[in-house]
């Protein structure tokens, strides 16, 4: 009777705990406009204490210091923003004329494409009855106009989240020093600080490796599409640059666009497709192979778990969630690694195989 209800019990805690995961993502998911820019406001304040603990071995008040380091970072974001931004308002004055080279270049293919549009609305009309029903088509917004919308709302976003950076870095150790004392033991005390510097280091560290390896895959791209004599290579080295910074779909868009304006360029379609071939090759190369096992080694996480976050926080916020989904993965870990009733996930989440106590000695005379 009592291993029964033991039973039971364990029962209704793993439904418990599995309910409470799915709560998780689906306030995760309804609550992003909330959520992210306050996730995005810690993570940059993770980011920036290192510097700010150099600011303050200096003599430096927490205060100023947090103002000049999140105001820096301000600047640099919406630098980054304004060359983006300027790009594209450079390109969209030229996308009719864009569009109607491209057109011209691709008529044979344009052709067959008609053709069998035409087909397929004969099909339509065949098999649609003429009962008068009318189609009612909604118009979406323009360019312009989602630009604008989404412009606005990233603005809002990146507004809160510096706000918030600011105020932690300007509290100084206050946090630190809260959580030091909402533990009892000076053991948990000194887990908890360790955890702590632990998730500053270890974000740190990926954004300055993802940082690196965006900066030399925009120099291979600038070379190589340089020697194919595409003109401005450099701006399209920049854009590798800013856009690999979107795991899987800056690539794309990157090579998307290359392509585009390799057609208007050269004259022959088959070696202007060398240019997007190019751009994806590389692209390819650094996001199956290269930032895998650099992000992997570096983070120690196993590559399996960091496609497999990128994918899911991808899918639930988009573009946004693909962005802080490695950096939410190594506080994940470092979280794992500390608390000791989740060692089992720290241990999947590792990129090396241990042993756990015991299992040794099991292993050998089973074998």
Same mark, same amino acid.
């Given at each position: 009777?009592?291993?029964?209800?033991?039973?039971? /019990?364990?029962?209704?805690?793993? @439904? %418990?705990?599995?309910?409470?995961?799915?709560?998780?993502?689906?306030?995760?998911?309804?609550?992003?406009?909330?959520?992210?820019?306050?996730? =995005?406001?810690?993570?940059?304040?993770?980011?920036?204490?290192?510097?700010?603990?150099?600011?303050?071995?200096?003599?430096?008040? @927490?205060?100023?210091?947090?103002?000049?380091?999140?105001?820096? @970072?301000?600047?640099?974001?919406?630098?980054?923003?304004?060359? $983006?931004?300027?790009?594209?308002?450079?390109? @969209?004055?030229?996308?009719?004329?864009?569009?109607?080279?491209?057109?011209?270049?691709?008529?044979?293919?344009? +052709?067959?494409?008609?053709?069998?549009?035409?087909?397929?609305?004969?099909?339509?009309?065949?098999?649609?009855?003429?009962?008068?029903?009318?189609?009612?088509?909604?118009?979406?917004?323009?360019?312009? +106009?989602? $630009?604008?919308?989404?412009?606005?709302?990233?603005?809002?976003?990146?507004?809160?989240?510096?706000?918030?950076?600011?105020? /932690? %870095?300007?509290?100084? &150790?206050?946090?630190?020093?809260?959580?030091?004392?909402?533990?009892?033991?000076?053991?948990?005390?000194?887990?908890?600080? &360790?955890?702590?510097? +632990?998730?500053?280091?270890?974000?740190?560290?990926?954004?300055?490796?993802?940082?690196?390896?965006?900066?030399?895959?925009? =120099?291979?791209?600038?070379?190589?599409?340089? /020697?194919?004599?595409?003109?401005?290579?450099?701006?399209?080295?920049?854009?590798?640059?800013?856009? &690999?910074?979107?795991?899987?779909?800056?690539?794309?868009?990157?090579?998307?666009?290359?392509?585009?304006?390799?057609?208007?360029?050269?004259?022959?379609?088959?070696?202007? /497709?060398?240019?997007?071939?190019?751009?994806?090759? *590389?692209?390819? *190369?650094?996001?199956?192979?290269?930032?895998?096992?650099?992000?992997?080694?570096?983070?120690?996480? &196993?590559?399996?778990?960091?496609?497999?976050?990128?994918?899911?926080?991808?899918?639930?916020?988009?573009?946004?969630?693909?962005?802080?989904?490695?950096?939410?993965?190594?506080?994940?870990?470092?979280?794992?690694?500390?608390?000791?009733?989740?060692?089992?996930?720290?241990?999947?989440? +590792?990129?090396?195989?241990?042993?756990?106590?015991?299992?040794?000695?099991?292993?050998?005379?089973?074998?």
């Amino acid at each position: 009777m009592g291993v029964t209800i033991l039973n039971n /019990l364990t029962s209704i805690k793993r @439904s %418990l705990q599995l309910l409470s995961v799915i709560a998780v993502f689906v306030t995760a998911y309804f609550a992003k406009d909330l959520i992210l820019p306050i996730l =995005l406001g810690f993570l940059l304040a993770l980011t920036l204490s290192p510097l700010m603990r150099t600011l303050g071995r200096a003599g430096v008040p @927490s205060g100023p210091a947090a103002v000049l380091v999140v105001g820096l @970072s301000g600047i640099a974001i919406l630098s980054v923003v304004g060359v $983006a931004a300027g790009t594209i308002a450079l390109w @969209s004055d030229e996308l009719p004329q864009m569009g109607d080279q491209i057109k011209i270049k691709l008529s044979g293919m344009a +052709d067959a494409v008609e053709t069998v549009r035409r087909a397929t609305d004969q099909v339509d009309r065949i098999s649609t009855p003429a009962d008068g029903t009318q189609e009612v088509v909604v118009k979406q917004p323009g360019f312009l +106009d989602s $630009a604008m919308s989404t412009g606005m709302k990233l603005g809002g976003t990146m507004t809160v989240s510096l706000v918030l950076a600011m105020f /932690l %870095l300007a509290s100084g &150790n206050m946090f630190y020093v809260k959580l030091v004392q909402s533990f009892q033991s000076m053991a948990d005390k000194k887990r908890a600080l &360790n955890a702590v510097y +632990d998730v500053e280091k270890r974000v740190s560290r990926y954004l300055l490796t993802i940082t690196m390896i965006n900066a030399v895959l925009g =120099l291979c791209i600038w070379t190589v599409l340089a /020697l194919l004599g595409l003109p401005g290579a450099h701006i399209f080295g920049v854009a590798a640059f800013l856009l &690999n910074f979107l795991p899987y779909i800056g690539g794309v868009i990157g090579a998307a666009v290359a392509a585009a304006y390799a057609l208007i360029t050269f004259d022959s379609v088959g070696y202007a /497709l060398l240019v997007p071939a190019g751009y994806m090759l *590389l692209t390819t *190369l650094e996001g199956q192979f290269i930032t895998p096992w650099l992000v992997g080694w570096r983070l120690e996480i &196993n590559t399996v778990a960091v496609f497999l976050t990128v994918v899911l926080w991808g899918w639930l916020w988009g573009i946004a969630g693909a962005l802080i989904a490695v950096p939410f993965l190594v506080v994940f870990k470092v979280v794992c690694d500390n608390v000791a009733s989740l060692q089992m996930i720290s241990h999947f989440l +590792d990129n090396e195989t241990r042993t756990p106590p015991g299992d040794g000695q099991e292993t050998a005379r089973a074998t």
